[in-house]
């Protein structure tokens, strides 16, 4: 794909088939994979307040998403 001005970058889209439907499960931008990306940045607001702190935040903007989303 092209950026915004026009310069190649190189895009991988990890792709499973989940009942019959295929599903984005991971984007790798430049080498740099969404889900490893993630992974780091939870692991390190769970540390930080709890694992159930995260899960209940989680559902939060989850709820908030859907909810703009009608």
Do not use: C, M, P, Y
Request: charged share 25%.
């Amino acid at each position: 794909v092209n950026n915004e001005r026009g310069e190649q970058v190189i895009l991988f889209l990890r792709l499973e088939l989940h009942q019959q439907e295929w599903k984005i499960v991971d984007v790798n931008v430049e080498g740099i994979s969404l889900v490893v990306t993630a992974r780091g940045v939870f692991d390190e607001e769970i540390n930080r307040t709890g694992l159930d702190a995260f899960l209940q935040h989680l559902t939060e903007q989850n709820n908030q998403a859907a909810t703009n989303h009608e």
